[in-house]
């Protein structure tokens, strides 16, 4: 390389799943060059569904029109903001300015490091969560911010101990990254504890920002932090169309929060893209408008798929929740979750996410993908059962 990397990128390597998919992608050249099955893979939560047949119609309708094809408002359409504050009005009870408090996003994930850029100096510290999101970590890094864990715990339901974190110096904190329904562990938001982040993110002055992808998978009451007294002053929430409407890849997100939270994420955003392609936005007003039906149809299907993904659990003697929510099922095992995810890979040729990934506290954990056919799951299970009765 004829000139030397920027020193921020010394802080953070190549993404987990970017590196494991690589080799997956290897294995199976070798895998198929011998006549082998390919690597069942149980790791990404990549919704394998389809997505809502209005959304499709809309794309290829808006597709074909010749003037939608040009640049884009970098605060998006007026009926996509539009589309969001009546979802959040009618799923979450929270009233949202279409105008000031929503920002249309290419996917939630570009937003964290759109805001780590809006809000942190090198040096300002960022509260992140063990076991969470790797992209918390790595974008406060690319800022050069200063990283401070806080420790989410099976005894307290893998919410934050607010005692622990009233004993630790909050001084220079400015962000707070929460994540409920939490991936990965499963864990459901209740009002009491949005309360609680609120009335921390206040009395500190901390900007808590809440990640909401997964709140309509396996769970009957979708929650908003932004829902409770007093969170437009100190919090902002992301959210997105990739798992509850099945539109990963079309990479279609949000955040809200108050107007001057907004115009800064803004200042950031407009030097970063052109904004957001007419049709996807079209596409993804009528996806915001799907009733309950939708969702209950989703649901039913991750149920099965949650009780297939815990026999899989049974099999390696892993204890979990049979009633988390979310798009991923979290196992505790005895020993290094790693070990146990290699050995699957190796000798059986099922991958499933090892916990270290996510924090130390993630370390005797593994993550099974709900984002997988029943057939899938129980191929992956008679694969496993197999290399395990050889021993």
């Known amino acids: 390389m004829i000139i030397k990397a920027a020193k921020r990128t010394e802080s953070v390597s190549e993404y987990y799943f970017s590196r494991k998919l690589r080799e997956i992608a290897e294995m199976n050249v070798r895998r198929v060059a011998s006549c082998e099955e390919p690597v069942i893979n149980l790791g990404i939560g990549s919704p394998d569904g389809m997505p809502p047949v209005e959304a499709v119609e809309a794309l290829c309708e808006g597709a074909v029109q010749p003037g939608n094809h040009a640049y884009q408002s970098y605060v998006g359409l007026p009926e996509l903001r539009k589309a969001f504050a009546d979802w959040y009005s009618r799923w979450y009870g929270v009233e949202l300015d279409p105008k000031t408090e929503i920002q249309p996003l290419v996917g939630s994930k570009e937003a964290i490091l759109l805001i780590s850029l809006a809000f942190l ?8 969560p063990d076991p969470g999101y790797p992209t918390y ?58 309360d609680r982040l609120v009335d921390f993110g206040r009395r500190h002055g901390i900007l808590i920002c809440n990640d909401n992808p997964y709140s309509f998978i396996l769970n009957d009451r979708p929650l908003s932090v932004l829902s409770r007294p007093g969170a437009k002053e100190c919090c902002l929430e992301l959210n997105s169309l990739s798992k509850a409407h099945n539109m990963a890849g079309w990479r279609i997100g949000m955040v809200a929060a108050e107007r001057d939270v907004i115009s800064e994420i803004l200042k950031v955003k407009s030097q970063m893209d052109s904004g957001m392609f007419k049709p996807l936005q079209l596409a993804a007003v009528q996806a915001l408008s799907r009733g309950p039906e939708w969702f209950a149809r989703l649901n039913e299907e991750y149920r099965r798929r949650r009780v297939l993904a815990g026999e899989i659990f049974d099999l390696v003697g ?74």
């Open 137 to 194: 970590t790595s974008a406060s890094r690319l800022v050069e911010a200063e990283i401070v864990p806080y420790d989410l715990c099976e005894e307290k339901g893998w919410w934050p101990d607010f005692e622990a974190l009233e004993q630790m110096d909050m001084e220079g904190v400015k962000i707070m990254w929460t994540n409920y329904p939490n991936m990965p562990t499963g864990a459901s938001a209740s009002e009491e504890l949005y």
């Open 318 to 391: 892993a204890e979990y929740d049979p009633e988390s929510t979310g798009m991923f099922l979290w196992g505790k095992v005895n020993g290094k979750g790693v070990d146990i995810s290699d050995r699957l890979l190796y000798e059986a040729g099922v991958f499933i996410t090892p916990g270290f990934i996510f924090g130390k506290n993630g370390e005797n954990h593994i993550r099974i993908s709900l984002c997988a056919k029943p057939e899938v799951l129980k191929a992956a299970a008679e694969r496993i059962a197999a290399t395990l009765a050889v021993g």
């Open 121 to 128: 100096d090198k040096g300002d510290k960022v509260l992140v």
